[in-house]
């Protein structure tokens, strides 16, 4: 894993802790609530210099106290400034109330803001000290503030976003740039969160890396920091089996596609052969549009068990258009000793029986990666989607420690998780990539990489990230093709 700050995910528990082990080794914790409300007063006079006025809108923790540092700054650099506060400033403390003596602007209560042409809004109502749904009274101005359409320059995270989770306590602020402090927190790339971060800054305030990183657990952003050690870089001596054999396990006549998707992507994502097997109905179909990816006639088990005794086969991708029920199953079972991907029909066709799955999942010592959408995932895991309690991270991170697997908790936020508790979050991922068939193209990338040799977690990482390139350099009006065509060499 990487220890590099901005790579670093760390709850706001572990950041109070951190915050806690930074006043313990003698740092001065006003030093950083004053480098807090300095970088968002340079970043408000960054990124808005055209403002007329500066509304300030301050909590009652140490939130509002960075919010009192940077209004201060700003009126001392010449700016208009007004400051507003949701409940008594007098109660104040620590910190916080230092701040707020130090600023000499006068400030009124929240209720009285009135959003003006022009304003910009600083949010400092409340950050990762957000324990529970917004106040009537926050919330009445988040929405008028939401309702204007200014723009709003969040301090650590909009108000209303947990940190922990992403999720809306009741209302929260939609913001156009949010800065937060060392290390970017869960809620600020999980959604609805990331959505209402706006562009994020990660300011460094001065605690000591060492701090961040001793508290921060295995909780990453995806970025090639994290995969990039396993990524197969070709020796010019290779030959095509060194580069790995995938197969992709096709569906009957009437559904081909998918699997020709994750046959073609496997193959432009550098597993050396791909071949397609095909049940008998789907021989001629497939036959006809496939050129390099290869195809084998696999009717039944007893053919797959025959196949199998090839071991340079080393990579499966079941699922894609395959068809739900007992062949499924067979096949699956008959894979978990090797590298598999198991996608869409491959993981409903567990719904009931998954626990035979994850067992021979767990006593087979392959690598096995599940890649559940939010619907698959609740159909194979429903008590762990059912559970308010747990962010989109933990989910994941339930899912593989109960299945065995590593999981590709997929969407706009896909996690990624072992069963040893590790997870990153995907960010590089573009909305347009949500279209028909971009799963299945996943799953061939994820397969390649398992073909190359790259352990199971490592794989699915990485084809993550790549699967967000790919749609980038695809373009918005990309589709499942084109997606395949615009696969980027991985190093
Ligand atoms: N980490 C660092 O190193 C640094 C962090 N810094 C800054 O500190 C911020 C964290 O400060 P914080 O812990 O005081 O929390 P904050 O977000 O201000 O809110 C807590 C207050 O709100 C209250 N409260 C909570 N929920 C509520 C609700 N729904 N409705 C009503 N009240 C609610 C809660 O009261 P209680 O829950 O105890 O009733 C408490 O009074 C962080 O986001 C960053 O900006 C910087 O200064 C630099 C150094
Ligand atoms: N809003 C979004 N932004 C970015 N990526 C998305 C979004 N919605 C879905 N995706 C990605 O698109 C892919 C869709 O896969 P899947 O749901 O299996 O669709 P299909 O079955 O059509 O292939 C996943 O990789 C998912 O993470
Ligand atoms: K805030």
Redesign the pocket.
């Known amino acids: 894993m990487s220890d590099a700050l901005q790579d670093i995910l760390v709850t706001p528990a572990e950041m109070a802790a951190i915050d806690q082990d930074a006043a313990r080794s003698g740092i001065d914790s006003f030093s950083l609530m004053r480098s807090a409300g300095m970088a968002v007063s340079a970043a408000a006079l960054r990124l808005f210099p055209a403002a007329r006025r500066f509304a300030v809108l301050c909590g009652p923790g140490n939130n509002g106290g960075d919010g009192y540092v940077a209004a201060a700054a700003l009126a001392r650099c010449g700016a208009n400034v007004v400051v507003f506060a949701l409940g008594d400033p007098a109660m104040l403390k620590g910190d916080a109330a230092h701040a707020r003596n130090a600023c000499t602007l006068e400030t009124g209560a929240i209720a009285a803001y009135e959003p003006q042409s022009g304003d910009v809004v600083v949010d400092a109502l409340f950050g990762a000290g957000l324990s529970r749904d917004l106040p009537d009274e926050a919330r009445t101005i988040v929405e008028r503030v939401n309702e204007s359409g200014l723009p709003v320059l969040a301090v650590d995270l909009p108000s209303g976003i947990d940190g922990h989770s992403g999720e809306v306590r009741g209302a929260s602020f939609i913001a156009a740039h949010t800065v937060t402090f060392m290390a970017a927190k869960p809620g600020h790339l999980l959604m609805p969160g990331r959505a209402r971060t706006g562009t994020l800054e990660v300011f460094d305030i001065g605690i000591p890396a060492r701090l961040v990183t001793a508290r921060s657990g295995d909780l990453r952003v995806n970025t090639p920091a994290i995969w990039k050690r396993h990524a197969a870089c070709l020796d010019p001596g290779t030959h095509k089996y060194k580069r790995g054999h995938l197969a992709v396990l096709s569906g009957g006549q009437m559904s081909t596609g998918a699997t020709r998707l994750s046959a073609a992507a496997g193959l432009r994502a550098g597993a050396g052969l791909v071949t397609l097997a095909s049940p008998a109905d789907a021989l001629g179909v497939n036959a006809s549009h496939l050129t390099a990816v290869m195809l084998k006639e696999i009717r039944n088990a007893a053919d797959l068990a025959d196949w199998l005794k090839d071991k340079r086969l080393n990579a499966f991708v079941l699922g894609p258009g395959f068809g739900v029920g007992k062949k499924a199953r067979d096949f699956t079972l008959m894979l978990c000793d090797r590298a598999l991907v198991l996608d869409?029909d491959g993981m409903t066709s567990f719904q009931q029986g998954r626990k035979e799955l994850f067992e021979v999942i767990a006593a087979s010592g392959g690598e096995v990666v599940l890649t559940p959408?939010e619907g698959e995932f609740a159909r194979l895991f429903s008590e762990i989607a059912a559970d308010g309690a747990l962010s989109k991270i933990e989910k994941a991170q339930a899912a593989a420690k109960l299945s065995h697997a590593v999981i590709v908790y997929?969407?706009?936020d896909?996690v990624i998780a072992a069963p040893s508790g590790r997870a990153v979050v995907n960010a590089n991922?573009?909305?347009w990539?949500?279209t028909?068939?971009?799963?299945?193209v996943?799953a061939g990338i994820i397969g390649a990489h398992l073909a190359q040799g790259m352990p199971a977690f490592e794989a699915a990482a990485a084809a993550v990230w790549r699967?967000g390139e790919t749609a980038i350099r695809a373009g918005r009006t990309a589709t499942a093709e084109t997606l395949v065509e615009n696969i980027p060499p991985l190093a």
């Open positions: 869409a959408h997929k969407g706009p896909t991922a573009p909305p990539l949500a028909a068939g971009s799963g299945d996943l699967h």
